[in-house]
């Protein structure tokens, strides 16, 4: 709660019609990019002391959120690195394994001819 000058304001929450009994500051995000560093805008709330809390706990779940996304995105593009990685070292074991049949089937016909000869 900060602020006292919300006291003849009535309450913001939709549909609760209380008198105010201080004000809220709730920061919303300007952006929600991969950035960890962000600006918000502040928006001053007048709520009932009954809206305070949960006015307040939804704003900081906001903010969390917008963490939580920074860290998500990371993780999610760590993992598409990590295929890929993947991926490309399971192409080269397919050519090693192909190149490794051919070199099997040459030391087979060599084995073959000699035995016949
Ligand atoms: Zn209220």
Same mark, same amino acid.
């Given at each position: 709660?900060?602020?006292?000058? *919300?006291?003849?304001?009535?309450?913001?929450a939709?549909?609760?019609g209380?008198?105010?009994? =201080?004000?809220?500051e709730v920061?919303?995000p300007?952006?929600?990019?991969?950035?960890?560093?962000?600006?918000?805008?502040?928006?001053?709330?007048a709520?009932?002391?009954?809206?305070?809390?949960?006015?307040?706990g939804? *704003?900081? =779940?906001?903010?969390?959120?917008?963490?939580?996304?920074?860290?998500?995105?990371s993780?999610?593009?760590?993992?598409?690195?990590?295929?890929?990685?993947?991926?490309?070292?399971?192409?080269?074991?397919?050519?090693?394994?192909?190149?490794?049949? =051919? *070199?099997?089937?040459?030391?087979?016909?060599?084995?073959?001819? *000699?035995?016949?000869?």
């Amino acid at each position: 709660m900060a602020g006292r000058n *919300a006291q003849q304001a009535r309450c913001q929450a939709r549909g609760c019609g209380e008198h105010a009994s =201080g004000v809220v500051e709730v920061e919303l995000p300007v952006t929600w990019e991969a950035s960890a560093e962000y600006t918000v805008l502040t928006l001053s709330v007048a709520v009932c002391d009954d809206h305070a809390h949960d006015v307040g706990g939804r *704003a900081r =779940g906001l903010l969390e959120a917008r963490v939580e996304l920074v860290q998500l995105l990371s993780i999610i593009e760590r993992a598409a690195v990590d295929e890929v990685a993947a991926r490309d070292r399971i192409e080269e074991l397919e050519r090693d394994l192909v190149e490794a049949e =051919g *070199a099997l089937d040459y030391q087979r016909e060599r084995a073959d001819r *000699a035995e016949t000869a």
